[in-house]
């Protein structure tokens, strides 16, 4: 306790540009959602409120998973929720790691008595799928398969089709890290046989920070009833949840009774069906497809600076865009510049390739014309500041000619 | 998915008076906080937001534990956490359970693999003091003491106090959850010696659900750094979390340089933040007094229609108001009037005093006279269309003079 504590004053953020890995920018349409009035956890419209919600995740999951509810917590609760549910101590599971989190999933596992198989990648490259097929035939025991559809760590895309494919040859289930892939890019989980799939709210539906949505089908439900052990978290156990967020079937004949588990975060869910609202009336297919454009805009106009993207084009994700940073340029004083001048927020390179690239989003709200313009400008900006100016003046003209060719 | 499914559209929700266990009403003024623009995670800015944040909440716990900070889940992912970090397989925690939280608390224990001594008191009533000092001496070994300080699930009053009390004297922690408590009731974690403390947003805070206000001071975080075996989640492992919202201690020269460990629900931080600007300007004594005095007008307005509160008198808690049912009406039917023809939510009993007990709430925002008076005539007519006519218009001059002498 401070003795000389100041009196307690209110808090007004700045209003900032979120082009990094998450939160992206948040529409005024979905922060005004969030304030409206609180309503009970068990009140008839809350209810009826998350049913229309678990609707619109379903579509947006392109699934007809019944078990499609948003966690209360962090998406990366969500992955600790997927893996401790299906997992019981001594099982295997397969983890791919090419970047943060699939690290994370090693540590995860291990903490909750299972073995990780680890394959390993390159950071920012894909994952290599004739080694995944090489630890599957030499790991037939294990129970799953777990991967990153979208490293939010390196921008790099995984084959998810084809490695839910391999785990389902194998009788494995899979754990796919959808966190910043849904909303912007192409995510079939039915079609695809992904069997547990988490994501979060802030990045390509952004919605503020601090919910997870997830879908888990009836082959990933079958093992956790065959389960001899209790789940080793009472907070995350999808049996519990389960009975909160669907109800019991024991009421066949009418509204299910839902089960008291915790209490929701009634306003953050406001906000989160506003997003998929926004979602859905704009279409999948047309939100993919502006994620792309703004990611060829933006790749332009950097092109046009001499900086280049640093994934293989194949696996690039539109949404996070890894960018090299130029030789011998200061990574903390071009994005200190980029925050304290133009109020703009790009990302850092975690682990590896701290200092080594940024990362730029452009996810949701945030993947539109008037952030690549504002970036290439700002970026433009911070670099003459460092003593780069060979290209000043080119960028924006090429961003606006993939705009106005698409 | 939902082959009809009607066009997406926006959730408006009814304006309630939430009058039940939680969430409370919000003030407008906390809900406006939270639609404010989001941050990044590690924007200098909303790092001195969330400093400023814990400092409040310092003083609000009356701690000055540097180990201060709100957790990004639900107040029952708190208890887990304050559980899970300090329980090592095999070990006992002796839990004092007379309500449902006390209940939960074992079945975190023991799906951790820990031992559960259970010392069970009723329902509705305070906790022994006397059986909690047998068991200690029965079970010297446990390494801590669990109990509720102010149970949600029954509007029952512990004496933390001497609780920890015991707990200190026989070298075991105290695991105390002040979820109901925090803001509304005399708390002082330092004074009283709590060890591990735990709150939730959406009580006496009057902010949204979602997140939960913990502190924990070095005799806990040094059972913490003596474990043999790694914390078995990930995502409640104090390390980590300490890394995130303190930041490491490696770089003592100037501020400190924060982990990466998830993304913080920024929004839900404002709202919590401006909850705690409205507490600290009010003052904490005064808050308790305020929710004292409306407690007291409730109890007087509710006996002048010949409906009693069911707790001693004691042990009563001022912002949950646990009111015995008059005989032969009908629960739901009452409730549901409230809510249809008043917008008022209250709460129902739970488990063995489902159908008994109604469960009031005066917490935070909601501890003011307008929602006494308003909860008052909404069950005189609840009550009146039910047949229960007798005391018609005898509750207002009750409250109101317990007001006016005050």
Redesign the interface.
């Known amino acids: 306790?401070?003795k000389q504590?100041t009196?307690?004053?209110?808090?007004?953020?700045?209003?900032?540009r979120?082009m990094?890995p998450?939160?992206t920018?948040?529409s005024p349409r979905v922060?005004?959602?969030?304030?409206?009035?609180?309503?009970?956890?068990l009140?008839?419209?809350?209810i009826d409120?998350t049913e229309?919600l678990k609707?619109?995740l379903?579509?947006a999951f392109?699934?007809?998973n019944s078990y499609t509810i948003p966690l209360?917590?962090?998406?990366?609760?969500a992955m600790?929720a997927a893996i401790i549910n299906i997992l019981e101590p001594g099982e295997k599971i397969i983890v791919c790691r090419n970047g943060v989190f699939g690290m994370?999933m090693s540590?995860?596992i291990?903490?909750?008595g299972g073995e990780v198989v680890a394959v390993d990648d390159e950071w920012g490259k894909t994952i290599d799928l004739q080694k995944v097929e090489d630890a599957i035939k030499q790991h037939p025991d294990a129970i799953a398969l777990a991967f990153v559809y979208a490293e939010t760590s390196t921008g790099v895309r995984s084959d998810a089709a084809a490695l839910a494919k391999m785990a389902r040859t194998a009788d494995m289930l899979s754990i796919v890290d959808c966190v910043t892939a849904l909303g912007g890019i192409d995510l079939r989980v039915d079609e695809w046989g992904l069997d547990l799939v988490y994501s979060?709210s802030?990045k390509c539906l952004a919605a503020?920070?601090?919910l997870a949505p997830m879908t888990i089908n009836e082959r990933a439900l079958k093992k956790i009833a065959s389960r001899s052990t209790?789940?080793?978290?009472?907070?995350l156990d999808f049996n519990l949840l389960g009975g909160y967020f669907q109800g019991s079937d024991a009421n066949k004949g009418g509204s299910k009774k839902r089960a008291?588990?915790?209490?929701?975060?009634?306003?953050?869910l406001?906000?989160l069906?506003?997003s998929?609202?926004v979602l859905?009336?704009e279409g999948l297919d047309a939100s993919f497809k502006r994620h792309q454009l703004m990611h060829l805009a933006l790749e332009a106009g950097l092109s046009a600076m001499g900086i280049e993207l640093t994934v293989d084009k194949e696996w690039r994700l539109p949404q996070l865009n890894s960018v090299g940073l130029p030789d011998s340029v200061d990574d903390a004083a071009v994005r200190s510049h980029l925050?304290k001048e133009h109020s703009l927020?790009i990302g850092a390179g975690?682990g590896a390739s701290a200092g080594k690239i940024w990362r730029i989003g452009l996810m949701g709200y945030g993947a539109r014309q008037e952030n690549v313009f504002h970036c290439l400008t700002a970026l433009e900006d911070a670099l003459a500041n460092q003593g780069f100016v060979l290209t000043a003046g080119k960028a924006l003209p090429a961003a606006r000619k993939v705009l106005t060719n698409k």
């Open positions: 306790m401070n504590a009196p307690p004053q209110s808090f007004y953020p700045p209003s900032r979120l990094g998450g939160p920018d948040i922060l005004a959602a969030m304030s409206r009035p609180t309503l009970g956890h009140d008839p419209d809350f409120m229309d609707q619109m379903q579509q392109k699934t007809e209360s917590s962090p998406a990366s609760a600790e994370r540590d995860i291990e903490r909750a979060g802030q503020p920070p601090g209790k789940v080793q978290s009472w907070f008291y588990h915790h209490t929701a975060p009634i306003n953050s406001y906000a069906h506003e998929l609202v859905l009336e925050l927020e975690l």
